[in-house]
C-alpha cells in the first residue's frame, strides 16, 4: 500500500512533501520527490542511508504515515512507531488496526499530549467510509448497534463453502484469487473484523474498547446451518446497553434480504441503528491497496490542515 500511497501524491500533485521514508531493510531521512522514492524502492528495498528508529526524530514531520505490515497481538512494529511519532509532536496517519485495536486510549493520550491526532479510516474498512460515518451518526443519534461484513475475504470463502468446499479447499481458491493472504489466519480467525469492530466502536461511542473484550468465533467446517433464503456471512456485531457494549464475531445465517445479506464478493458493509436514525448502511469501497491509500490520503491532507 506504501507504493500505491506515493503514487496517488504522484499522480494527483498532492503538495506534500516527503521528508523521509523507511521499509523493514532500509530507511533515508531526506527529502525525496514521489517519484525518486518510488525509483529507490523500484530496486526491492531502500537504501539503508540511516538507523530507521531516528527518521522521525531527523525529519520532524508534520504527520508520519504508518503503513507497516503489523503483528496483531504486540502491534509492533508500527506501535513502537506511532508512539515515536505522537510523543516527537507529528500526527500519525495510519492503515493498521492492531495498535488502535489494543493501545486506543495510551495512544490517544499521547496525541492529547502533544496536541496531535491520529488519522485512521484506512484501519476500518480501507475504502469503505465507516469511520466517517459513524462519526457523522455520532453526532446525530444515540447509536445503539451496529453490525458488519468488514472482512471482505470471509464472504468470498463462505460463498465457496456454500458451494460445497471444505474450509481448506475456499481458503486455498481464495489465496489462488489472490483474495487470501499467504497467512490467512487473522481473517479465517475472525480477528481483523474483530479489531475493525473494536475501532469502529471506540469511534462511535467514545471507547476504550480492547480487542480482548470481543467474542471471536472465526470459519470453521463447521457453520450454522442455512436456511433456503439465507447466506452465511462472518458477522461482527456491537450492542451497546446502559452499562456495557458487547462485542462479537461469528458466522451467522441471515437472509438474502437482509442489508449484509446483499453483500457479494469481497464488498464490506456496516448497517448502524439508531432510534432516530432507523437504519443506516454504508457498504462497498474498494478493497485495493489504492483505495485504502485514498483513504489514508484523505486523512493525512486533513491532518496537515489542507482539507
Ligand atoms: N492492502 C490493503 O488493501 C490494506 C487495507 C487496509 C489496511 N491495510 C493494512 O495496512 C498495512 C500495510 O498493508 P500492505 O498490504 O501494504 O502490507 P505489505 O504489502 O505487507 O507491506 C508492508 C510494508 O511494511 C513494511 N515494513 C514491515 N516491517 C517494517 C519495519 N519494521 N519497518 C519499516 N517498514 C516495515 C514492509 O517493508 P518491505 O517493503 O521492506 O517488505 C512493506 O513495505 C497492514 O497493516 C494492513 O493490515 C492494508
Known amino acids: 500500500m506504501g507504493k500505491a500511497f506515493v503514487e496517488l501524491i ?61 503483528d496483531l497481538d504486540t502491534g509492533e512494529p508500527s506501535l513502537t512507531t506511532m508512539f515515536q511519532a505522537l510523543e516527537s509532536g507529528a500526527s500519525v496517519a495510519t492503515a493498521t488496526k492492531a495498535p488502535l485495536a489494543r493501545h486506543w486510549a495510551k495512544l490517544w493520550e499521547a496525541a492529547q499530549s502533544s496536541g496531535v491526532s491520529i488519522g485512521y479510516a484506512g484501519a476500518a474498512g480501507a475504502a469503505l467510509p465507516a469511520v466517517a460515518v459513524a462519526r457523522a451518526l455520532a453526532r446525530v443519534d444515540t447509536v445503539g448497534s451496529f453490525e ?36 490467512p489466519s487473522v481473517d479465517i480467525g475472525g480477528w481483523d473484523t474483530a479489531a475493525k469492530l473494536v475501532i469502529l466502536a471506540n469511534t462511535l461511542w467514545d471507547e ?13 467446517d463447521d457453520l450454522p446451518e442455512r436456511d433456503r433464503d439465507g447466506r452465511i456471512r462472518l458477522i461482527g456485531e456491537a450492542v451497546r446497553s446502559t452499562d456495557a457494549v458487547r462485542l462479537n464475531v461469528e458466522p451467522r445465517t441471515i437472509p438474502t434480504s437482509h442489508p449484509l445479506g446483499r453483500l457479494a464478493g469481497r464488498d464490506k458493509g456496516v448497517l448502524f441503528r439508531g432510534p432516530a436514525i432507523g437504519e443506516v448502511m454504508v457498504a462497498g469501497g474498494s478493497s485495493s491497496p489504492r483505495g485504502a491509500a485514498a483513504s489514508v490520503m484523505g486523512d493525512v491532507l486533513e491532518l496537515g490542515g489542507m482539507r
Open 148 to 183: 458488519g461484513v468488514l472482512t471482505g475475504t470471509t464472504t468470498f470463502v463462505l460463498e465457496e463453502m456454500s458451494g460445497g468446499a471444505t474450509l481448506e479447499d475456499a481458503v486455498a481458491a481464495a489465496q489462488a484469487a489472490g483474495i487470501a493472504e499467504p497467512d
Open 10 to 70: 504522484h499522480e494527483r500533485r498532492v503538495p506534500l512533501s516527503i521528508a523521509g521514508a523507511a521499509d523493514s531493510r532500509g530507511a533515508i531521512a531526506r527529502e525525496v520527490e514521489p517519484r525518486g522514492l518510488l525509483e529507490l524502492k523500484s530496486s526491492g528495498a531502500l537504501p539503508a542511508e540511516v538507523d530507521p528508529a531516528e527518521v522521525i526524530a531527523r525529519t520532524a514531520p508534520d504527520v508520519v504515515v504508518d503503513l507497516m505490515s503489523c
Open 208 to 220: 476504550t474498547l480492547d480487542l480482548d473484550q470481543v467474542h471471536v468465533t472465526g470459519l470453521s
